[in-house]
C-alpha cells in the first residue's frame, strides 16, 4: 500500500514537471514569433521608403529622341525644391495633360505615353518629383503633392494656360498624387490610370498579417481624395493587373463624383497602356472630345 502511493506520487510530480515542461516550450516558441513578428514588422516600416520610392537619375533619352519639340523646364517647389521637367506641345489645342508618373523610375521613362498624348492633340507636362531624374532632394509623401501643385502653377502661371485647359492624369502612384491635386485645384478633367484606394490597402492586400494601420509611414488616400474632386474623373484600370487589384479601380469609380467614366483595358501594371493599343487610345480620343464640348 505505501509503495502505492509512492508510486503515485511520483507519477503526480513527473506528471507536474512534463506539463510544466511543455508550458516553457510552448511559452518560448510564442516569445519567439512574437519576437520575429515586432523584427519584421520594425523592418517593413523602415524599409517603406526604399520599397515605395525607386527613383532613376540618369536621362539618356528625351522627346526629341521620337521626333518631338520640347521644352526642358526648371520650376521650384514651395518649399524651395529645384525641380525638373519637360513640356511638349502639340499643334492647335487648349487641353495640357499634366502627367504625374509613378513610383519607379524618372520621366525618361513615360516617352511611350507621351508620345501617345502627343498623337492624340495634347499638349503634355510631365514632372519628375523631389529626388527623381534632375529634381533635388528626396521623396515624401508631402513633397509629392507639393511638387505635383508646384508643377500646376507652372502651367496656369509661367505657361498661362487656364486652369479649365488641365488634365490631371496620374498612373499608379501618380494616380493618388493626382487626385490630392485635383482636389485642392480647378481643372477640366482628372484621369487615374492602375491606380490603388489607398497606401494602406495595399499593404493589407500584401502583408495581411501585419497591423498595417500601426506600421504605415504613407497615407496615399486616393478615394478620401476623390470625395472632393468636381472635375469629370475617368478611371482606367486593367483587369490583368498584377499588382493593383482590379477592384481598386472600381472602388476608386464608385468613389468619384459625377460626371465619372470607367475604362477597362487589358495588360500587366506596367504595359497594359500599350497592349491595349487602339482601346486606350481611343478611351482618351473620346474623352478629350467629351472635355473640348463642355
Not at 487641353?95 to 508620345?115: A, E, K, P, Q, Y
Not at 499638349?123 to 527623381?132: E, Q, V
Given at each position: 500500500?505505501?509503495?502505492?502511493?509512492?508510486?503515485?506520487?511520483?507519477?503526480?510530480?513527473?506528471?507536474?514537471?512534463?506539463?510544466?515542461?511543455?508550458?516553457?516550450?510552448?511559452?518560448?516558441?510564442?516569445?519567439?514569433?512574437?519576437?520575429?513578428?515586432?523584427?519584421?514588422?520594425?523592418?517593413?516600416?523602415?524599409?517603406?521608403?526604399?520599397?515605395?520610392?525607386?527613383?532613376?537619375?540618369?536621362?539618356?533619352?528625351?522627346?526629341?529622341?521620337?521626333?518631338?519639340?520640347?521644352?526642358?523646364?526648371?520650376?521650384?517647389?514651395?518649399?524651395?525644391?529645384?525641380?525638373?521637367?519637360?513640356?511638349?506641345?502639340?499643334?492647335?489645342?487648349?487641353?495640357?495633360?499634366?502627367?504625374?508618373?509613378?513610383?519607379?523610375?524618372?520621366?525618361?521613362?513615360?516617352?511611350?505615353?507621351?508620345?501617345?498624348?502627343?498623337?492624340?492633340?495634347?499638349?503634355?507636362?510631365?514632372?519628375?518629383?523631389?529626388g527623381y531624374g534632375q529634381s533635388q532632394?528626396?521623396?515624401?509623401?508631402?513633397?509629392?503633392?507639393?511638387?505635383?501643385?508646384?508643377?500646376?502653377?507652372?502651367?496656369?502661371?509661367?505657361?498661362?494656360?487656364?486652369?479649365?485647359?488641365?488634365?490631371?492624369?496620374?498612373?499608379?502612384?501618380?494616380?493618388?498624387?493626382?487626385?490630392q491635386l485635383a482636389a485642392n485645384v480647378?481643372?477640366?478633367?482628372?484621369?487615374?490610370?492602375?491606380?490603388?484606394?489607398?497606401?494602406?490597402?495595399?499593404?493589407?492586400?500584401?502583408?495581411?498579417?501585419?497591423?498595417?494601420?500601426?506600421?504605415?509611414?504613407?497615407?496615399?488616400?486616393?478615394?478620401?481624395?476623390?470625395?472632393?474632386?468636381?472635375?469629370?474623373?475617368?478611371?482606367?484600370?486593367?483587369?490583368?493587373?498584377?499588382?493593383?487589384?482590379?477592384?481598386?479601380?472600381?472602388?476608386?469609380?464608385?468613389?468619384?463624383?459625377?460626371?465619372?467614366?470607367?475604362?477597362?483595358?487589358?495588360?500587366?501594371?506596367?504595359?497594359?497602356?500599350?497592349?491595349?493599343?487602339?482601346?486606350?487610345?481611343?478611351?482618351?480620343?473620346?474623352?478629350?472630345?467629351?472635355?473640348?464640348?463642355?
Amino acid at each position: 500500500m505505501l509503495k502505492f502511493f509512492r508510486s503515485n506520487g511520483i507519477e503526480v510530480i513527473e506528471s507536474k514537471l512534463k506539463s510544466e515542461r511543455m508550458l516553457s516550450v510552448v511559452t518560448s516558441i510564442a516569445v519567439t514569433v512574437l519576437i520575429v513578428y515586432v523584427v519584421f514588422g520594425l523592418a517593413m516600416y523602415f524599409a517603406q521608403p526604399m520599397l515605395l520610392y525607386q527613383p532613376a537619375h540618369e536621362i539618356t533619352c528625351t522627346p526629341a529622341e521620337l521626333g518631338l519639340d520640347f521644352e526642358n523646364v526648371n520650376f521650384e517647389s514651395e518649399d524651395g525644391m529645384q525641380l525638373s521637367g519637360w513640356y511638349i506641345p502639340a499643334a492647335d489645342t487648349r487641353l495640357t495633360v499634366l502627367f504625374c508618373h509613378g513610383n519607379g523610375g524618372n520621366i525618361m521613362h513615360r516617352l511611350d505615353s507621351v508620345s501617345i498624348f502627343n498623337n492624340l492633340g495634347a499638349n503634355c507636362f510631365i514632372f519628375d518629383y523631389r529626388g527623381y531624374g534632375q529634381s533635388q532632394g528626396r521623396p515624401t509623401e508631402q513633397g509629392t503633392y507639393l511638387d505635383a501643385m508646384a508643377a500646376y502653377k507652372w502651367l496656369t502661371e509661367a505657361k498661362n494656360i487656364s486652369a479649365d485647359g488641365i488634365i490631371i492624369f496620374g498612373r499608379s502612384l501618380g494616380g493618388s498624387i493626382a487626385a490630392q491635386l485635383a482636389a485642392n485645384v480647378k481643372a477640366a478633367g482628372l484621369v487615374l490610370e492602375s491606380t490603388f484606394t489607398s497606401y494602406i490597402d495595399m499593404g493589407k492586400k500584401y502583408y495581411p498579417y501585419l497591423p498595417v494601420g500601426w506600421f504605415a509611414k504613407y497615407r496615399y488616400d486616393t478615394v478620401e481624395y476623390l470625395k472632393d474632386v468636381r472635375c469629370p474623373v475617368m478611371v482606367i484600370h486593367s483587369g490583368e493587373d498584377e499588382l493593383v487589384p482590379f477592384e481598386f479601380g472600381r472602388q476608386l469609380y464608385e468613389a468619384a463624383n459625377e460626371p465619372k467614366e470607367f475604362v477597362e483595358i487589358f495588360g500587366g501594371h506596367n504595359d497594359g497602356f500599350l497592349v491595349s493599343g487602339r482601346g486606350y487610345r481611343d478611351a482618351w480620343t473620346n474623352w478629350l472630345k467629351s472635355l473640348q464640348q463642355r
